[in-house]
Each structure stands twice: as C-alpha cells, then as structure tokens.
C-alpha cells in the first residue's frame, strides 16, 4: 500500500498538470473547473512498528459499501477540497492550490430587473413560486441563513458539496439541517436543490439573496393580510 502522504501530494499533481492543458473545446467553448473534490479510502495500521500510519488500500481492496475490508484495518474516506487560485503574478492557469476562503466575486448590490427575475427564478425551484405555501420554506431559509457569518456560508457550501462538518461547527450543523428540510419538500428536491444553492450562494451576496427572498416570498402572514 501506498501512503497517504504519497497519494494525496500526487494526486494533487496530476489535478495541476489536468487543469494546465486547458484545451478549448469545438466551437470555441472553454470549461473552468472551479473546484475539485476527491474522496480517498485509507486505512489506519497501528501494527507497522513505526506509530500510527495512514495507507492507501489497493484495487483490490473493495470500498466500504462492498465490504470486504480488513477487521484490524477497517477503511476509512477523507474527502480533500482543492480551489483552483492564481499565482502571484495573477496568472491562474496551472496552479491548483487547497484555499479555505473564497476569492471568488460575489452580486452584492441589489438586484433590478432581469437580474431579479433570474434570481427568482432559481429560488422558486426551491421553494415553489411566491405565495402563500412557498413562504413556508422561505422563511425555514432565511431563519438558516440570516446569521451565519462569511467563513460560516463558505462552510455551509461546501457541506452542500458533500463535505462533512465536525462537531464545533453547530451553528453550520443547524443551517445545513434546516436546509435539508426545506429542499426535500421543495420542487426540485434535495440533489438538485443542493446544486441550485450551491450556484446561488457562489454568485451572490448572502444579503442580496435574503432581501429577495423577503420582498418576494414575504411571510405567510404577510400573504393573509
């Protein structure tokens, strides 16, 4: 088995090298990755003689789901989040890099015409479209969100990615929970409704997102009056 040391700085190579070909696609178009997630299986050996070590088990090694693993070195996943972030001369091809923080330009002016429309469009897949029903969620929404503070909401992200929280995040933990109700009962559903947040919390400002959902969906009560 290799180290886990080993594979994670050669898999991070391999990513780099990935993302420098940058070769355009027909017709011009060209993809950016803006993050990559990858999920390794490792195993703890206490037994080597030399303290704790972390390996890599190989193919042969079925994952946790087909359960064939070892009794005194059970498989364990690390998920590893690399952001690809320029070099200091502001080039950023070629150079992947772990980042906790976002570099990435948020809409943090308020919103006016097909910009809201757009918005409002997301959001209904989300909650339904304005009215009295969908103001539930809306509400369940801004009570998950309204607190949370910017290092919180790059947290809360990359939780709806599929990252796990450790328990000190509670106040993360609350927010991803109250989420998860309303995108199950919402339109588009937990998969999609992940995306869509996802997307959403990647392109605006956690305030302009808040102060449409407030002028849009209201309160239930707002919707009796």
Known sequence: M???K????????????GLALDQPLPHGVRLEADRVIATLQFCIDETSGAGVTFSVPGANVKSPKGAKTSSSNPI????????????NSGNSHGQ???????SRELTTTPLAGAGTDEL?????????????????????FREALENLSGPEVELLIRSLRGMPLSEKEATVKRSLSLLTR????????????KSILVELLGRYS???????VASAW???QDWMG
């Open 2 to 4: 290799q180290s886990l």
């Open 6 to 17: 080993d594979v994670v700085a050669g898999l991070r190579k391999e990513i780099e090298a």
């Open 76 to 87: 364990h996943s690390l998920a590893i989040e690399f952001k690809r972030c320029g070099d």
């Open 96 to 102: 992947g890099m772990l980042q906790t923080s976002a």
């Open 120 to 140: 409002t469009r997301k959001l209904s897949n989300v909650f339904g479209p304005p009215s009295f029903d969908s103001a539930a969620r809306a509400t369940v």
């Open 182 to 193: 309303v995108l199950k009962s919402g339109p588009a559903g937990l998969f999609e409704g």
């Open 206 to 212: 956690l305030k302009v997102i808040l102060h449409l």
């Open 218 to 220: 209201k309160s239930q």
